[in-house]
Structures are given as structure tokens and as C-alpha cells.
Nanobody, 126 residues
């Protein structure tokens, strides 16, 4: 059974940092693109960041460019999202996603992802 488990969320103040982690099991995604999405209450799920299979290509939403960094450690089956200078508008539930294909691009389209985690809550106070 494929599982993606996010962790690292919490309640922080504006300007603080958090590092989210996504640990996957049940199959390998070593050669697959992975991404982070988020959903705030009353809003649609939106793209945050994605990374291709070897980390050579990364894509970010304009709203997080320069503040968030996505990385992956294929040896540890994890994908990380370093979030710096967090702002109240970053408050959302953050989801990790994985594409089942091989050598895919770092896509920002949610429909390109086949597996999703349950999410971790990030709340930023002003």
C-alpha cells in the first residue's frame, strides 16, 4: 500500500520558518516527480512547488518563490519543503503528491499526480 505521510506543520508567527517533510512508502518514487500543494479553508487546492526525479528541475508558485525551497532525498524516500519568511496568507493544509510515471517533469498540475498524503496543517499568525 502506497503511503505519503507529511509532517512538520505547526503554528508559527509571521517571519518564522518551518520545514515540511513527506515520507513515502509502499513503492519507490525515486524516478518520479513529486510536489507540494496547499488548501486554505474555503479555497481550492493550489500548487506550491514540485521537483523532478533527480532534483534537477524545480517549479514554484509565484507566491512562494524566493521563500520556499523543495528538495528530495531519494536515499531516505523523502521530499522536503523548507518554508522561510512565512506569512499569514501561507496558512493552509499542505499536501505531498507523487506522480507514478518515470522521469516526469516537475509539473504544477494536480491532475498529473497519482498519490496524495493526508496533509499537515500550517498556521501563521500575524
Amino acid at each position: 500500500q502506497v503511503q505519503l505521510v507529511e509532517s512538520g506543520g505547526g503554528l508559527v508567527r509571521a517571519g518564522d520558518s518551518l520545514r515540511l517533510s513527506c515520507a513515502y512508502s509502499g513503492r519507490t518514487f525515486t524516478f518520479s516527480a513529486m510536489g507540494w500543494f496547499r488548501q486554505a479553508p474555503g479555497k481550492e487546492r493550489e500548487f506550491v512547488a514540485s521537483i523532478d526525479w533527480n532534483g534537477g528541475s524545480r517549479t514554484y508558485a509565484d507566491s512562494v518563490k524566493g521563500r520556499f525551497t523543495i528538495t528530495r532525498d531519494n536515499a531516505k524516500n523523502t521530499v522536503l519543503l523548507q518554508m522561510n519568511n512565512l506569512q499569514p496568507e501561507d496558512t493552509a493544509r499542505y499536501y505531498c503528491a507523487a506522480n507514478r510515471g518515470l522521469f516526469g517533469d516537475a509539473t504544477m498540475r494536480p491532475g498529473e499526480y497519482d498519490y496524495w498524503g493526508q496533509g499537515t496543517q500550517v498556521t501563521v499568525s500575524s
